[in-house]
């Protein structure tokens, strides 16, 4: 069962200087998650790319899928992105990091999602155990985006990143992987515009 853990808390269990307590310092989250004795937040590969992609692309709105702590959020409203929906089947610990009215938080489980608008940028870091269940969203993700950001896990795991970069070639134009501090992270688009963005986001970041 997913819960908070205050910041301080969570520090008194892990160690000061783990980079996921420097995140959440950075970023002055004051609650983490806490699931099963284990403390998440923000990925830390996550965390740089969408600090990257947002502040090198002229990103006007993003749609943050499964955003946990909200810290993405953080990260794009400080880089300013104006339009931000926050989505999550458990929303309270977004809401209490990110105290803000320009953020809509939704409530509902991304499986059941409908997209009823065009983002530049929609980001997805869902568990890895329901990330199958949401392949089938993907077409409607590259469709309604400029930019689809998927975390997958761990670099080591090639066959199931290779899958899910199958399952994202299957729907989109263009996509490109990164592999950031041990993490797999794809970004897929078929808009004229993403395929502009990615190519140069692409080769910046080379």
């Not at 609650?31 to 403390?39: G, S, V």
């Not at 740089?48 to 810290?71: E, F, N």
Request: hydrophobic share 45%; net charge positive.
């Amino acid at each position: 069962m997913k819960s908070s853990i205050r910041l301080k808390e969570a520090k008194k269990i892990l160690s000061s200087y783990s980079p996921l307590i420097l995140i959440a310092e950075k970023l002055k989250l004051k609650f983490l998650i806490k699931e099963k004795n284990q403390i998440t937040g923000p990925a830390v590969g996550l965390s740089i790319l969408i600090d990257k992609l947002t502040k090198s692309l002229p990103i006007k709105s993003m749609l943050d899928l499964c955003c946990g702590t909200g810290a993405l959020t953080k990260i794009a409203l400080k880089n300013k992105v104006k339009l931000i929906d926050c989505l999550d089947l458990n929303i309270k610990i977004a809401k209490a990091n990110v105290k803000t009215k320009k953020v809509n938080f939704i409530r509902k489980d991304v499986t059941k999602l409908k997209i009823e608008k065009f983002y530049d940028l929609i980001v997805l870091d869902a568990p890895l155990k329901i990330l199958p269940k949401i392949f089938n969203k993907f077409k409607e993700f590259v469709e309604n985006s400029h930019l689809f950001v998927v975390w997958h896990g761990s670099t080591e795991e090639i066959e199931w990143n290779e899958l899910v970069r199958e399952k994202l070639r299957n729907v989109a134009k263009i996509v490109y992987s990164f592999s950031i501090y041990g993490e797999e992270i794809s970004i897929a688009t078929s808009s004229e515009k993403g395929m502009k963005w990615l190519k140069k986001f692409y080769k910046d970041w080379k």
